[in-house]
């Protein structure tokens, strides 16, 4: 059991009883539409979870890396889509209190964060975070969205596309290049306000099985950005988004984790009820089986994230062990969400079950914040590769 502060419990409490409302509610029939979610990204923030890690001092609760990453597991277990939107919205509040406030910041940035983090928290408006372009996925460094200083600020063109919540977030923190051809070095992060002249909303990813992530793409043309949302200048953006992507590999790890727990759950229950050949499918011994190796491996990855949280907490080098948590637990989910449907037979594949949406979002979270090749190559480069 982890030593939970009392705020920490009661933030999980909050995500085990907006879990609980998830589940009854949407299932199935999840609306795609920006209302639908915009509504329950409110009900997370009447609980506090759109600010878990956001300090205090700006409302809200400060709570550890780990506190985030359980909550993320228990939101995935109802839907993986509807964690991912909460937890991205969450990090640019987060990211706009820790770097836009405090000694080092520009003039007038702590006055937007002002404007900004109670709007935020509310979820009276939505964040997400742009890296990815049609032509630049794995390859952060090779955008080419590019931001171009002038007299007002700075000038933005370009296209991102994949991005959790851009099918109706407010405020979207874009990375861009600043210098061409400088490749990690010239990339900034700004914030960018969807309701501007200059953003154009295009390229919805249309699946049922997602739809609570919320996905699309924009387009900027000549958009502009004031001096004062330029939030990871050039020089600093890049360092602070792997850092941040650390985190996120963990969290997602955690996810993947909460829909095979979620679905063992459901398969066990039904093991027992569903009879064929005069008994129930629990007893006979190869359906078993497969339900007691998906316990093992959710085992082995729960504890794998667990010592990645507690590195993040205590700031000890994770760029591997985030990247080990992310790939054990990605495989471990697109193999048993697979798996325990399969145990279901037939009825596994019905919408009123969880199974096709755990297995679209174990596969989606094979790709976010790096795909499973690129865990790879960085666990191989990794001075630990053999303890
Ligand atoms: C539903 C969804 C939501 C997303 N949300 C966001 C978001 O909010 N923000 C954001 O910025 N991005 C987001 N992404 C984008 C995600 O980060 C990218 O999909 C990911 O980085 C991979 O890029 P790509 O899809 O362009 O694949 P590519 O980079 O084109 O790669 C294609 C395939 O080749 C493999 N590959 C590439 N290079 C190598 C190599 N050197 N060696 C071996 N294999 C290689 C990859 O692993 C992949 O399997 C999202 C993606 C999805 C599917």
């Given at each position: 059991?982890?030593?939970?502060?009392?705020q920490?419990?009661?933030?999980?409490?909050?995500?085990?009883?907006?879990?609980?409302?998830?589940?009854?509610?949407?299932?199935?029939?999840?609306?795609?539409?920006?209302?639908?979610?915009?509504?329950?990204?409110?009900?997370?923030?009447?609980?506090?979870?759109?600010?878990?890690?956001?300090?205090?001092?700006?409302?809200?609760?400060?709570?550890?890396?780990?506190?985030?990453?359980?909550?993320?597991e228990?939101?995935?277990?109802?839907?993986?889509?509807?964690?991912?939107?909460?937890?991205?919205?969450?990090?640019?509040?987060?990211?706009?209190?820790?770097?836009?406030?405090?000694?080092?910041?520009?003039?007038?940035?702590?006055?937007?964060?002002d404007?900004?983090?109670?709007?935020?928290?509310?979820?009276?408006?939505?964040?997400?975070?742009?890296?990815?372009?049609?032509?630049?996925?794995?390859?952060?460094?090779?955008?080419?969205?590019?931001?171009?200083?002038?007299?007002?600020?700075?000038?933005?063109?370009?296209?991102k596309?994949?991005?959790?919540?851009?099918?109706?977030?407010?405020?979207?923190l874009?990375?861009?290049?600043?210098?061409?051809?400088?490749?990690?070095?010239?990339?900034?992060?700004?914030?960018?306000?969807?309701?501007?002249?200059?953003?154009?909303?295009?390229?919805?990813?249309?699946?049922?099985?997602?739809?609570?992530?919320?996905?699309?793409?924009?387009?900027?043309?000549?958009?502009?950005?004031?001096?004062?949302?330029?939030?990871?200048?050039?020089?600093?953006?890049?360092?602070?988004?792997?850092?941040?992507?650390?985190?996120?590999?963990?969290?997602?790890?955690?996810?993947?984790?909460?829909?095979?727990?979620?679905?063992l759950?459901?398969?066990?229950?039904?093991?027992?009820?569903?009879?064929t050949?005069?008994?129930?499918?629990?007893?006979?011994?190869?359906?078993?089986?497969?339900?007691?190796?998906?316990?093992?491996?959710?085992?082995?990855?729960?504890q794998?994230?667990?010592?990645?949280?507690?590195?993040m907490d205590?700031?000890?080098?994770?760029?591997?062990?985030?990247?080990?948590?992310k790939?054990?637990?990605?495989?471990?989910?697109?193999?048993?969400?697979?798996?325990?449907?399969?145990?279901?037979?037939?009825?596994?594949?019905?919408?009123?079950?969880?199974?096709?949406?755990?297995?679209?979002?174990a596969?989606?979270?094979?790709?976010?914040?790096?795909?499973?090749?690129?865990?790879?190559?960085?666990?191989?480069?990794?001075?630990?590769?053999?303890?």
């Amino acid at each position: 059991m982890e030593n939970w502060s009392p705020q920490e419990r009661l933030l999980i409490d909050h995500a085990t009883e907006l879990a609980s409302i998830l589940r009854g509610s949407l299932a199935a029939n999840w609306c795609a539409s920006g209302e639908s979610a915009r509504h329950y990204l409110k009900l997370a923030a009447e609980r506090g979870l759109t600010g878990i890690e956001v300090p205090q001092a700006w409302g809200g609760s400060q709570a550890s890396f780990s506190c985030k990453a359980a909550i993320a597991e228990i939101l995935a277990g109802a839907d993986f889509g509807f964690a991912m939107s909460l937890i991205n919205t969450h990090n640019v509040a987060n990211n706009i209190a820790r770097w836009m406030s405090g000694p080092g910041t520009r003039v007038g940035q702590a006055e937007l964060a002002d404007e900004l983090l109670p709007k935020l928290l509310s979820a009276e408006i939505v964040a997400c975070t742009a890296l990815t372009e049609p032509q630049a996925g794995s390859d952060f460094s090779a955008i080419s969205t590019l931001a171009t200083k002038v007299d007002s600020g700075w000038k933005i063109d370009g296209e991102k596309s994949w991005i959790i919540n851009a099918q109706y977030a407010d405020l979207i923190l874009v990375y861009a290049q600043t210098l061409p051809q400088s490749g990690a070095a010239g990339i900034a992060g700004i914030l960018v306000d969807a309701r501007r002249e200059g953003f154009e909303r295009c390229d919805n990813f249309p699946s049922t099985a997602a739809a609570s992530l919320g996905t699309g793409g924009f387009k900027l043309n000549g958009y502009v950005a004031t001096p004062v949302e330029m939030m990871h200048p050039a020089g600093t953006a890049f360092k602070r988004a792997l850092q941040s992507i650390n985190g996120a590999r963990i969290y997602v790890a955690a996810m993947c984790c909460g829909m095979v727990a979620d679905c063992l759950r459901i398969a066990t229950d039904y093991g027992g009820r569903r009879t064929t050949f005069g008994v129930p499918l629990n007893e006979h011994q190869g359906w078993r089986w497969r339900i007691a190796e998906a316990a093992v491996d959710l085992e082995a990855a729960t504890q794998l994230v667990r010592a990645a949280c507690k590195a993040m907490d205590r700031d000890l080098p994770v760029v591997a062990l985030a990247a080990k948590a992310k790939v054990f637990a990605t495989r471990m989910a697109e193999r048993h969400t697979a798996a325990m449907l399969h145990a279901m037979g037939a009825h596994g594949l019905r919408d009123e079950y969880p199974f096709v949406r755990h297995m679209t979002g174990a596969q989606i979270a094979s790709f976010t914040d790096g795909s499973t090749e690129m865990m790879l190559e960085r666990i191989f480069k990794d001075e630990t590769l053999v303890r």
